[in-house]
């Protein structure tokens, strides 16, 4: 399959280009990006284009968009019209308006939302399922970091909240995907969102859960404390913590009323590393293609844009 590169950022030349020249079934046709990619595109024997609202491409089977989000919703349009299979970086859009919107224009989207084929996400997926420690009763999340500017130029996307995601969209947006593939019902609950000049800085979240047992989530998400990124899932008489960012975690286990603590010896038949994932999320797409499975309200995570969505509208954001 061709595949044409809209985006030549950190994520494009540091995973999706080195990954992409190494699989046997990819062909890279072109890469294109706002600022000059002759050298990048030398280096993988490819054309190279300058993005400008003449810019035209040569066919392709799969179009890659990694544009920030706020800048790549006419290219995702474009390409939907033109038929082409469009693989977008996380988040798909900022809104669900837009999502949707996209679905009725394209059945050949996905989204990188690369976790759920972390083992760590799949581990606890058949942990959960199996009930082994019986049903759950509560699970808290925190993660996140101080972030400052260090690094981030003026004209960075990063500090413009029309073409950045924010913390919620770019950040969040991946723990709420796995929370999605872990739980079929979630619901907002309550919401308080710190915001400076547009930016949410940091969300403290409840979430509603109604599985056979229904159970809540407390989620914060921050840029302005020091945090361990970790999940905690409370079962009748066991605690597992883990850090859900990581494709290895560990996962601690210990009794409630207990210091002690063990690792539980994991299976590793999923990601181990983030390139990992990259490759069996691509894989995966792929092979739907192949096959003419490709569900995009699941590729596309759009349960995850309308959690985003009700938070925002439960904070009186929309």
């Not at 925002?312 to 954001?317: E, H, N, S, T, V």
Request: glycine content about 4%; overall charge neutral.
């Amino acid at each position: 399959m061709n595949v044409g590169i809209i985006g030549a950022g950190n994520i494009s030349s540091s995973v999706h280009l080195p990954l992409l020249s190494c699989m046997d079934e990819i062909s890279i046709n072109f890469i294109a990006d706002r600022k000059n990619t002759s050298t990048l595109a030398k280096l993988y024997n490819t054309k190279s284009i300058l993005l400008n609202e003449q810019s035209s491409f040569p066919d392709c089977d799969i179009i890659l968009i990694a544009l920030p989000v706020g800048a790549r919703k006419n290219y995702l349009e474009k390409f939907a019209k033109n038929g082409n299979y469009v693989f977008s970086e996380k988040p798909f859009v900022m809104d669900l308006k837009s999502h949707e919107q996209l679905l009725e224009l394209s059945q050949k989207f996905t989204c990188n939302y690369e976790r759920i084929f972390y083992n760590t996400t799949r581990n606890i997926k058949n942990i959960i399922s199996s009930h082994v420690f019986g049903e759950i009763q509560k699970i808290s999340i925190v993660e996140g970091g101080l972030n400052g500017k260090t690094g981030i130029t003026k004209n960075s996307y990063r500090n413009d909240p029309k073409i950045s995601g924010g913390f919620l969209r770019d950040s969040a947006g991946h723990t709420f995907n796995q929370l999605n593939f872990l739980f079929e019902n979630i619901s907002v609950n309550s919401v308080d969102i710190i915001w400076q000049e547009n930016f949410d800085l940091e969300s403290n979240i409840v979430f509603n859960v109604k599985e056979k047992n229904s159970f809540s989530i407390d989620y914060q998400g921050t840029q302005i404390k020091r945090v361990e990124p970790k999940i905690t899932i409370l079962f009748e008489k066991i605690k597992i913590e883990f850090n859900h960012q990581l494709p290895d975690s560990s996962f601690q286990i210990s009794l409630l009323n207990s210091d002690k603590k063990f690792i539980l010896k994991e299976e590793n038949h999923f990601a181990s590393t983030f390139p990992q994932a990259y490759y069996l999320k691509w894989k995966d797409f792929i092979n739907k293609i192949s096959s003419s499975q490709l569900d995009p309200e699941f590729e596309t995570s759009l349960s995850t844009t309308k959690l985003i969505s009700d938070i925002l509208q439960k904070d009186g954001k929309k």
